[in-house]
Protein backbone atom coordinates (compact mmCIF):
# COMPACT_ATOMS: atom_id res chain seq x y z
CA UNK A 1 0.00 0.00 0.00
CA UNK A 2 2.78 2.12 0.68
CA UNK A 3 4.45 1.98 -2.92
CA UNK A 4 1.34 2.97 -3.76
CA UNK A 5 1.31 5.92 -2.04
CA UNK A 6 5.03 6.35 -3.59
CA UNK A 7 3.88 6.18 -6.98
CA UNK A 8 0.95 8.73 -6.38
CA UNK A 9 2.96 10.91 -4.34
CA UNK A 10 0.56 10.60 -1.77
CA UNK A 11 3.14 11.34 1.53
CA UNK A 12 0.18 11.94 4.10
CA UNK A 13 -1.59 8.51 3.27
CA UNK A 14 2.17 7.07 3.42
CA UNK A 15 2.64 8.38 6.51
CA UNK A 16 -0.79 7.75 7.81
CA UNK A 17 0.11 4.25 7.11
CA UNK A 18 3.45 3.29 8.70
CA UNK A 19 1.67 5.02 12.11
CA UNK A 20 -1.45 2.40 11.58
CA UNK A 21 2.13 -0.06 10.91
CA UNK A 22 2.57 0.45 14.59
CA UNK A 23 -1.16 -0.25 16.04
CA UNK A 24 -1.64 -3.44 15.10
CA UNK A 25 2.21 -4.96 15.76
CA UNK A 26 3.70 -4.60 12.28
CA UNK A 27 6.79 -3.18 12.09
CA UNK A 28 8.21 -0.72 8.91
CA UNK A 29 11.23 -1.89 7.19
CA UNK A 30 13.52 -0.50 5.04
CA UNK A 31 11.43 -1.11 1.79
CA UNK A 32 8.61 0.59 3.89
CA UNK A 33 10.57 3.56 4.25
CA UNK A 34 12.41 3.73 0.75
CA UNK A 35 8.64 4.17 -0.13
CA UNK A 36 7.92 6.76 2.13
CA UNK A 37 10.81 9.02 1.51
CA UNK A 38 9.92 8.34 -2.72
CA UNK A 39 6.51 9.31 -1.95
CA UNK A 40 7.22 12.64 0.60
CA UNK A 41 10.54 13.08 -2.38
CA UNK A 42 7.01 13.51 -5.00
CA UNK A 43 5.34 14.86 -2.44
CA UNK A 44 8.16 18.30 -2.37
CA UNK A 45 7.91 16.96 1.24
CA UNK A 46 12.25 17.50 1.78
CA UNK A 47 11.85 18.15 5.33
CA UNK A 48 9.90 15.16 5.89
CA UNK A 49 12.09 12.73 3.02
CA UNK A 50 15.35 13.78 5.93
CA UNK A 51 13.03 13.26 8.91
CA UNK A 52 12.57 9.64 7.64
CA UNK A 53 15.85 9.02 6.69
CA UNK A 54 17.28 10.43 10.47
CA UNK A 55 14.88 7.78 11.86
CA UNK A 56 15.99 4.32 10.04
CA UNK A 57 18.81 4.10 12.57
CA UNK A 58 16.67 4.96 15.45
CA UNK A 59 14.49 2.17 14.28
CA UNK A 60 17.71 -0.44 14.10
CA UNK A 61 17.87 0.00 9.74
CA UNK A 62 20.54 1.04 7.98
CA UNK A 63 19.65 3.30 5.12
CA UNK A 64 20.66 1.74 1.71
CA UNK A 65 21.79 4.21 -1.78
CA UNK A 66 17.60 4.09 -1.98
CA UNK A 67 16.93 5.85 0.80
CA UNK A 68 19.92 8.27 0.39
CA UNK A 69 19.12 8.88 -3.59
CA UNK A 70 15.25 9.12 -3.18
CA UNK A 71 16.30 11.85 -0.30
CA UNK A 72 18.76 14.03 -2.81
CA UNK A 73 16.13 13.91 -5.48
CA UNK A 74 13.80 15.33 -3.08
CA UNK A 75 16.33 17.82 -1.80
CA UNK A 76 17.24 18.40 -5.41
CA UNK A 77 13.99 18.99 -6.30
CA UNK A 78 13.60 21.83 -3.31
CA UNK A 79 16.96 23.24 -4.65
CA UNK A 80 18.19 22.51 -0.70
CA UNK A 81 22.07 22.27 -2.39
CA UNK A 82 23.71 22.55 1.39
CA UNK A 83 21.48 19.54 2.89
CA UNK A 84 22.25 17.66 -0.30
CA UNK A 85 25.54 18.15 -0.11
CA UNK A 86 25.97 17.12 3.41
CA UNK A 87 23.92 14.04 2.51
CA UNK A 88 26.15 13.30 -0.06
CA UNK A 89 29.40 13.95 2.52
CA UNK A 90 27.72 11.75 5.33
CA UNK A 91 27.05 8.78 3.06
CA UNK A 92 30.31 7.17 3.65
CA UNK A 93 29.85 7.77 7.17
CA UNK A 94 26.51 5.28 6.29
CA UNK A 95 29.19 2.38 4.71
CA UNK A 96 27.90 3.73 1.61
CA UNK A 97 29.70 4.73 -1.50
CA UNK A 98 27.37 7.67 -3.51
CA UNK A 99 26.72 6.33 -7.28
CA UNK A 100 25.60 8.44 -10.13
CA UNK A 101 22.14 8.78 -9.44
CA UNK A 102 23.90 10.19 -6.19
CA UNK A 103 25.93 12.96 -7.87
CA UNK A 104 23.25 14.02 -10.42
CA UNK A 105 20.88 14.39 -7.77
CA UNK A 106 23.33 16.92 -5.75
CA UNK A 107 24.06 18.49 -8.92
CA UNK A 108 20.59 19.01 -9.75
CA UNK A 109 19.91 20.67 -5.97
CA UNK A 110 23.06 23.00 -6.52
CA UNK A 111 21.54 24.18 -10.21
CA UNK A 112 17.82 24.32 -8.73
CA UNK A 113 19.25 26.25 -5.46
CA UNK A 114 21.64 28.52 -8.50
CA UNK A 115 24.96 27.47 -7.12
CA UNK A 116 27.02 26.37 -9.28
CA UNK A 117 30.23 26.77 -7.66
CA UNK A 118 29.81 23.39 -5.35
CA UNK A 119 29.36 21.50 -8.39
CA UNK A 120 33.03 21.73 -9.02
CA UNK A 121 33.80 20.19 -5.88
CA UNK A 122 31.13 17.26 -6.85
CA UNK A 123 32.86 17.10 -10.57
CA UNK A 124 36.66 16.58 -8.98
CA UNK A 125 35.18 13.59 -7.21
CA UNK A 126 33.83 12.03 -10.03
CA UNK A 127 37.63 12.03 -11.25
Not at 86 to 103: R, T
Request: with cysteine; charged share 15%.
Amino acid sequence: AISACEKGGEWRLALQLMSEMELVSATPNDITYNSAISACEKGGQWQMALALLGAMPEMWMAPDDISCNACLSSLARAGEWHAALQLLEEMPDMALQPDHISFQAAVAACHTGGRWHPVVGILMRLG
